[in-house]
């Protein structure tokens, strides 16, 4: 009878898997067919991407790529490098910025800090797209409108990535291997640079790749900052070609072409660094 009823309590347990794996199912479906359709459109050239089924190969990849390279003497390479400093410099500035403010938030003891972190959950709450036009007035005063700084500051001082890091600290950087790295007589840079930053690489990997991918994807910022079209990211590069494609149709092709280039470096970017997650899984076996 036990055996029974336990195996009447597995085929009443398993149902209860299937709503949330068809959630996730769709979920991924959701998010991969727009790339589908990017990478089936880039295809295309300027007649077969209004004439044929919206997932249909074409014969015209080669061709809209060769013209996308040459497009205005090669604009939109311009646009990808603009990019990639953005996006690269920033990630790298905002880093090393909530490295040091998360482990000092985490691991110092010092007047109104509590008032600071509260501070800081409250930056977190603001929308950005609440800041762009205060950021773009203080770089006007500052005189750093249209310029690349413009686009960069703002970029880092990232309240999200101070809290992760202040967190990935709190849980992953014990308390006494830094009291014990004091009483051995190492300073307070030494003791961060050499026993906590390695420690916090894997948490510094998802707040580099989220800056990365927040200020890649970031539209408003240098739409509102720039003016010089030669300063452009890809965002609003793209823009400014899909609204001359109104009155030039073949542009339509180049563009889609430029989205999906554009998803490139994302994707190795997550495959290289997903070797430091793999990692800290490993060593967290390990430890337990």
Do not use: H
Not at 39 to 54: N, Q
Not at 60 to 86: E, K, M
Not at 230 to 239: C, D, I, N, Q, R
Request: contains cysteine; proline residues 5%; hydrophobic residues 50%.
């Amino acid at each position: 009878m036990s055996a029974v009823r336990a195996a009447g309590v597995r085929r009443t347990a398993r149902p209860s898997r299937v709503g949330p794996t068809a959630v996730l199912l769709l979920g991924a479906l959701y998010a991969l067919v727009p790339i589908v359709w990017v990478l089936t459109a880039a295809t295309k050239s300027r007649g077969e991407l209004f004439s044929t089924a919206p997932f249909a190969l074409g014969t015209g990849f080669v061709q809209n790529l060769v013209d996308l390279s040459t497009y205005d003497g090669g604009q939109y390479w311009t646009w990808a490098l603009n990019s990639l400093v953005f996006a690269g410099g920033g990630a790298l500035l905002s880093t090393a910025v909530s490295a040091s403010a998360g482990y000092a938030l985490a691991r110092y003891q010092f007047r109104g800090r509590d008032a600071v972190f509260m501070l800081l959950l409250a930056g977190v709450m603001i929308p950005q797209i609440a800041l762009a036009v205060p950021q773009y007035f203080l770089a006007s005063e500052l005189g750093l409108a249209n310029t690349y700084w413009s686009v960069l500051l703002p970029s880092i001082i990232n309240p999200f990535g101070i809290y992760l890091a202040c967190i990935y600290v709190r849980s992953s950087v014990p308390e006494e291997t830094v009291e014990a790295a004091r009483i051995d007589g190492a300073s307070e840079l030494r003791t961060f640079r050499s026993v906590a930053l390695p420690m916090m690489v894997p948490g510094l990997v998802t707040v580099f790749m989220l800056q990365f991918v927040g200020i890649w994807n970031n539209f408003l910022l240098p739409f509102i900052m720039l003016s010089d079209e030669s300063k452009f990211p890809l965002t609003t590069g793209l823009y400014l070609m899909l609204n001359r494609g109104t009155g030039t149709p073949a542009l339509y092709s180049l563009a889609i072409m430029g989205a999906l280039l554009a998803i490139v470096p994302l994707v190795a970017l997550m495959l290289f660094l997903q070797r430091y997650w793999r990692l800290d899984l490993i060593s967290g076996s390990l430890k337990g």
